[in-house]
């Protein structure tokens, strides 16, 4: 038993614990002995537990002032400082950002989509999109077969496909040394210019796997057509020679020795995504842009 | 049928209920007022924000002025803490107004306080103004006033004899009631720092209330 002139030697640390409640186990025992036996530890505890409650129950000063805010101190904490006035028009619970936001993003969309579904479903540039992966595995097909491919190549199998984000222009090289993807390079290049008989005379000139989808293509080929005569001497040509029309259409300026000079207009019309493709890209990004500020608006100012 | 007793031990054991029940609906209503006047506020009404100015501005400068030990600064404090949430409407994410208010005004208390470590100020100056003097009601014991008027001055003048981190922890736990946890994630200290600070800051207080204690000890239930 602890006699009262060794309190000095008490914890008091222990004993604000167990005022607190926050004592358990062996230092509940411990500080509870010390209570119990200790007058002044008795007395310390009991003062503990008093003041919490003086302390919640003790008067405090009035306020000095009211706190309420006036129109001014509002208006001007309503304004917001620095790059956040610039993004505060977009925060808005009104603010008219979010659908212009969403409306741009779905015209974006339904421009991209409608552009590359009329690749698809027209002759303008139905040979290019469903020919290019066709291109594509053909070209690796012979690449495998030991055919080698240049950069001329290319850029004219390149202008036939009319979509280089979707296919590596690797594959088209490659694609324009097969004969099969020479034929359906060469037809897509011309097919997206406008004539359709390319289609055919490409593909009865080269007998491969891009043939049949050329010639079950919608629109009937001409087999007489002038046009269909001179692309396919023209198919040929770049068949046996790297330079093809493709390559008169994006590189002009790089001289083409084995490429036939007969090579003919019609490539020179399909350079690049179709406008709609492009128009609908820049509303999507927009739509995107506006919609990540919108969102950065309302967390931040 | 009336004076069965069964019916009678039926009515016996609802009456218990009926007082939480009550006190339920008015914790209820405020807290309803209090989300409404704040929707009011975020759509741009100042007379609903100066409605909860109105209404917390007392208990805010209460626990403020026990923090910040110089009534001037604890103004300014306060002043500012409806400044940020004026400003911060939109960062309020349901609860209670009145603790989402609070804890901006501890953060604003802390950050007066780190601001009074760098420009010195008086403790307390006025601890012999009438500004401590408590609103008194009609029936108000002059005594009772008197005692409690002189417990708040000795208490608060322990209080702002203590270190800071330990006068906000006590005035979080004993005051404002939040738990441990709450404190250190406001404080941005560990569970057993709010402990200690706590548990040193009581005996730190009843050092200095050493010869005042008799002043309080009645308070224990």
């Known amino acids: 038993m602890p006699a009262p002139s060794l309190h000095a030697a008490h914890d008091p640390l222990l004993l604000a614990a167990h005022a607190a409640g926050d004592a358990s186990g062996a230092e509940l025992e411990r500080a509870s002995a010390l209570v119990a036996t200790c007058p002044e530890c008795a007395r310390l505890h009991r003062d503990l537990r008093a003041l919490p409650l003086a302390l919640a129950s003790a008067p405090a000063p009035s306020r000095p002032r009211d706190f309420r805010l006036t129109p001014e101190q509002a208006g001007a904490l309503r304004r917001p400082a620095g790059w956040r006035r610039l993004l505060a028009p977009l925060s808005g619970a009104r603010s008219a950002a979010g659908p212009l936001a969403a409306s741009l993003a779905a015209l974006g969309l339904a421009g991209l989509l409608l552009g590359s579904g009329l690749n698809v479903g027209f002759p303008g540039g139905s040979a290019t999109s469903a020919l290019a992966p066709q291109a594509a595995s053909s070209g690796e097909t012979a690449a495998n077969g030991g055919a080698t491919g240049n950069f001329d190549t290319a850029t004219g199998a390149n202008s036939g496909a009319g979509g280089p984000a979707v296919v590596p222009s690797e594959q088209w090289a490659m694609a324009s040394t097969a004969p099969s993807a020479a034929a359906s390079a060469a037809a897509s290049a011309a097919a997206s210019s406008g004539p359709i008989a390319v289609v055919s005379s490409a593909a009865s000139a080269a007998p491969s796997a891009a043939a049949p989808m050329a010639t079950g293509a919608p629109i009937a080929p001409s087999p007489g057509d002038k046009t269909s005569t001179t692309t396919g001497g023209s198919t040929a040509d770049a068949t046996s020679a790297p330079a093809s029309s493709g390559e008169a259409n994006f590189a002009p300026a790089r001289p083409a020795p084995s490429a036939a000079p007969a090579v003919p207009a019609p490539s020179q019309a399909s350079s690049g995504p179709s406008p709609l493709v492009l128009l609908g890209f820049a509303l999507l990004m927009a739509g995107l842009v506006l919609g990540i500020l919108r969102i950065a608006a309302r967390r931040l100012v | ?221």
């Open chain 2, 1 to 221: 049928m009336l004076d069965s007793p069964r019916l009678t031990i039926a009515i016996r054991g609802v009456e218990p209920v009926v007082e939480p029940v009550r006190q339920v609906d008015a914790v209820d209503q405020a807290h309803r007022r209090d989300l409404i006047l704040l929707e009011q506020a975020r759509d741009g009404s100042l007379d609903a924000f100066n409605g909860l100015v109105e209404l917390y501005q007392d208990h805010l400068f209460a626990l403020v002025v026990r923090m910040v030990p110089d009534r001037d600064q604890a103004s300014d404090a306060v002043q500012e803490a409806f400044f940020s949430a004026y400003r911060n409407l939109r960062s309020f994410r349901g609860g209670s107004v009145r603790s989402w208010l609070s804890r901006i005004a501890i953060n604003a208390a802390m950050d007066q306080q780190r601001l009074r470590k760098r420009r010195p100020a008086q403790p307390y100056p006025e601890l012999e103004d009438d500004s401590w003097q408590p609103p008194a009601g009609p029936d108000a014991d002059p005594e009772r006033t008197a005692i409690g008027l002189e417990r708040g001055r000795v208490l608060h003048a322990a209080l702002a004899a203590i270190t800071p981190d330990q006068r906000h922890a006590i005035v979080m736990f004993d005051v404002e009631g939040f738990d441990y946890q709450e404190i250190a994630e406001l404080t941005g200290v560990s569970l057993g720092t709010v402990k200690s600070r706590i548990h040193r800051g009581r005996l730190a207080l009843r050092d200095r209330l050493a010869g005042s204690m008799s002043l309080f000890r009645g308070d224990e239930g």
